[in-house]
């Protein structure tokens, strides 16, 4: 049986001795391209799931009104409370008899009184026959 120690002496021709530290090289180089891809990985994930996480709490918050309106949100909060109020005080004018009539009701309305009057003075003639 041999001995092996640290004076223990090998022979191997050069261009096996080359092969293996150009081996070792491409190994190395290998692994750390795949960590850093790995690392490029991790922290892409990270970063959409901070993304998502912040869009989950916009879509739940901004319908509740947490995170503000937009100024045409605003806008047309106050054009439909100045409807309401509008629509609120015609309704009471037409509840009291007070409704104000368009033009073509009056039109309408000063077309059966001509008509009325018309038909009240043939009736007169025909009375008076």
């Not at 640290?6 to 391209?33: C, K």
């Not at 100024?71 to 104000?100: C, R, V, W, Y």
Request: proline content about 3%; cysteine-free.
């Amino acid at each position: 049986m041999a001995n092996i120690n640290d004076e223990t002496e090998i022979s191997m021709p050069l261009r096996n001795l080359l092969s293996l530290v150009f081996g070792t090289a491409i190994a190395v180089w290998a692994y750390f391209g795949i960590i850093e891809r790995i690392n490029s990985i991790e922290t892409s994930i990270m970063m959409m799931e901070a993304d998502v996480e912040r869009n989950s709490e916009f879509r739940i918050r901004w319908p509740r009104g947490e995170l503000g309106a937009l100024p045409a949100d605003a806008e047309q909060f106050l054009l439909m409370e100045h409807m309401q109020e509008e629509l609120e005080k015609l309704t009471e004018q037409i509840e009291s008899g007070d409704a104000p009539y368009d033009q073509q009701q009056e039109l309408t309305l000063a077309w059966y009184s001509e008509r009325l009057a018309q038909l009240e003075a043939k009736v007169e003639q025909l009375k008076s026959r």
